[in-house]
């Protein structure tokens, strides 16, 4: 399996802050990393695909970097909306794992 | 637009079978470029990826339950289904059911709302 760390596992930081949140991997992946966002008692929501392509809908504010073994999530200006947690994840294997995510709190 | 319903007992027995139900709007099962899958999620903790069909037919399962799992595809009903075998507490969760693209570096775009079961006698 591919091991997904991700860090920080949870981080308090203003609105209008910038926060980045790391995935880092146990062997090169190119860029097959995807994060997602979930609040509490919803299903998790896609961001970000391909490590740096923002989906359809997502605030220009999110974006993703990184490739091989490092991947990073940025939040530019934090909003309300944002304070949920967030979730790597790897699709360069059959069997996809995710990180194990980042409370993201006021 | 594409939805995504699961439904399913919401308590099951220990060493029984949980079945669950995937229902799927907006989208045929049957059509390729997508996998559908299942993912679940213990109450507080993160996500566990289980497994996922093909329109093929063709499976993948996570290594840790591959021995407990069936995930089947009735393209009649246009819905997917889950299958986990000899459950235990470990088995309690959030269970989703979500679609995965293909030609998007296999993201998950569309998850249902999520539906839970408790393992317990």
């Known amino acids: 399996d591919i091991q997904m760390t991700q860090s920080p596992s949870s981080l308090s930081a203003p609105v209008g802050d910038r926060v980045t949140i790391t995935c880092r991997t146990s062997?090169?992946?190119?860029?097959?990393v995807n994060w997602y966002q979930q609040k509490p008692g919803k299903a998790p929501y896609l961001l970000i695909y391909?490590?740096?392509s923002v989906q359809s809908g997502v605030p220009a504010r999110f974006s993703g970097s990184g490739s091989g073994t490092e991947f990073t999530l940025t939040i530019d200006s934090l909003q309300l909306d944002d304070f949920a947690t967030y979730f790597c994840?790897?699709?360069?294997?059959?069997?996809?794992?995710f990180g194990g995510g980042t409370k993201v709190e006021i | 637009q594409v939805q995504l319903q699961e439904s399913g007992p919401g308590l099951v027995k220990p060493s029984q079978t949980l079945s669950l139900t995937c229902t799927v709007s907006?989208?045929?099962?049957?059509?390729?470029?997508?996998?559908w899958g299942w993912i679940r999620q213990p109450a507080g903790k993160g996500l566990e990826w289980i497994g996922r069909i093909y329109a093929s037919g063709s499976t993948n399962y996570s290594p840790s339950l591959k021995s407990r799992v069936t995930i089947s595809g009735d393209s009649s009903k246009n819905v997917i289904s889950l299958k986990v075998s000899s459950v235990s507490a470990a088995d309690t969760a959030v269970y989703y059911c979500a679609r995965t693209m293909t030609g998007h570096n296999d993201a998950m775009d569309v998850w249902g709302q999520g539906t839970p079961v408790i393992v317990s006698s």
């Open positions: 062997q090169n992946i190119f860029n097959y």
């Open positions: 391909a490590a740096s």
């Open positions: 994840q790897e699709s360069f294997s059959n069997t996809p794992t």
């Open positions: 907006g989208a045929s099962i049957s059509k390729g470029g997508y996998y």
